[in-house]
């Protein structure tokens, strides 16, 4: 058994807080120093200390990070990069060529469409936007031999559309293809996508791993021996490494994820009660209502519904928009998966690079990234933002 599997034995919150780092043998330090060396001492030519080199290639602070996050993915290798969108550009240009094709879904973060549309499609990478929730929409879209990678986001964002993982994965493995899996709506805590058969997890860890809103990171996890070193050798050649002390802050989140997701499913689910009784409310879009499409699929493959609710309102994009200016605890911002409450518009915000395509979002939608403060505090904001639009 290897060492992460060893570790893959422990609780969640065991791994989170131990996996990928053992005190310093030097000083005893409880927690990694941030290694702020580009270069590492040789002990004669090619004489490495641990495999260190030139911090792009490896780098300890980063070291923990990628043991620690394979860890809770329940993976073998973990790669930290400095964005969500540098770990998938990485992903992409590792698995494949021009020429290839992928499915991507027709509903999710404008930045990831963007990515494919706008820069990976002119390199010759063709893409289709299929709804992930729909099993058949994605064997229909694959083309077996030409589909290297098929793509999902579960929940998906900002529609919280859910892939059913397992069903996905077969149909991908039989077409040649791999699974990706981003998942930063969930989060390791409520979904392990490798367990499920997923070939690569997607993070980025500017959400709820790092979980504190004051670094932007990105991260891959795989099972597969032979696609980490790909992965490794793109990681290197590409260069767009996390840094040593934004390693250490994904680090310093992931300990407590465990805690801050309970807390953030405790406040989404109460304020989803509020807001499907709410009469200005026109829909609630949140997994864990048992209305929603992929309820039952989202109790099956996640522990609990997650902190990102979506909603829509009487009254069009105005009042979306004045909604949005009206809360006071909820920030106006983009982002998501910190430990305060955010609310945004979709259409006019995170996701204004797809108007215009088939990934656009309705105009009336607001999305909140619910937050851990006092729950009371945050249903009393948003009656308040409704009441006066
Ligand atoms: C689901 C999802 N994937 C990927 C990304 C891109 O990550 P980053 O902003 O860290 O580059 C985001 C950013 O919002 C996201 O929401």
């Known amino acids: 058994m290897s060492e992460q599997q060893h570790r893959n034995k422990s609780g969640f919150e065991t791994r989170a807080i131990h996996a990928g780092y053992e005190p310093d043998p030097t000083t005893g330090a409880v927690i990694p120093p941030i290694y702020a060396t580009s270069t590492y001492k040789q002990d004669g030519v090619g004489g490495l200390r641990g495999g260190y080199e030139y911090s792009r290639s490896a780098n300890p602070t980063r070291t923990a990070l990628e043991g620690n996050i394979a860890a809770l993915e329940e993976g073998e290798r973990g790669f930290a990069f400095a964005s969500g969108l540098a770990a998938e550009d990485t992903l992409i240009r590792a698995t494949c060529r021009p020429g290839d094709h992928v499915v991507i879904p027709d509903d999710a973060y404008g930045g990831t469409f963007r990515l494919f549309d706008k820069v990976e499609q002119p390199w010759g990478l063709e893409h289709s936007a299929v709804p992930v929730s729909d099993v058949d929409a994605v064997r229909d879209a694959v083309r077996p031999g030409r589909t290297k990678l098929v793509w999902v986001e579960t929940p998906t964002n900002p529609l919280l559309n859910i892939a ?59 099972r597969d021996l032979e696609l980490a070193e790909t992965l490794t050798f793109h990681q290197n050649a590409i260069g767009a490494v996390a840094s040593p002390f934004d390693s250490w802050l994904v680090l310093r989140g992931l300990k407590t994820l465990g805690v801050r997701m309970d807390r953030h499913c405790d406040n989404a689910e109460r304020i989803a009660e509020f807001l499907s009784g709410h009469p200005r409310v026109t829909q609630v879009i949140y997994p864990g209502l048992p209305e929603h499409p992929g309820h039952e699929l989202a109790a099956k493959q996640m522990k609990r519904f997650g902190g990102m609710i979506s909603f829509r309102v009487a009254g069009g994009e105005k009042q979306a928009l004045a909604v949005c200016e009206n809360a006071e605890v909820f920030t106006l911002g983009e982002s998501l998966g910190g430990v305060e409450s955010l609310i945004e518009h979709p259409g006019r915000m995170t996701h204004a690079s797809v108007a215009g395509t088939d990934l656009e979002v309705p105009a009336d939608l607001i999305r909140l990234s619910v937050g851990i403060e006092t729950a009371d505090d945050l249903v009393a904001d948003l009656d308040r933002a409704l009441s006066g639009a």
């Open 164 to 222: 059913d993982i397992a069903a996905l994965a077969t149909l991908s493995h039989e077409a040649g293809a791999l699974l990706v899996v981003d998942n930063t709506f969930a989060s390791p805590y409520l979904q392990q996508p490798l367990t499920l058969g997923a070939d690569v997890v997607v993070h980025s860890t500017t959400k709820y791993c790092g979980g504190h809103s004051d670094v932007i990171g990105g991260a891959l996890v795989v």
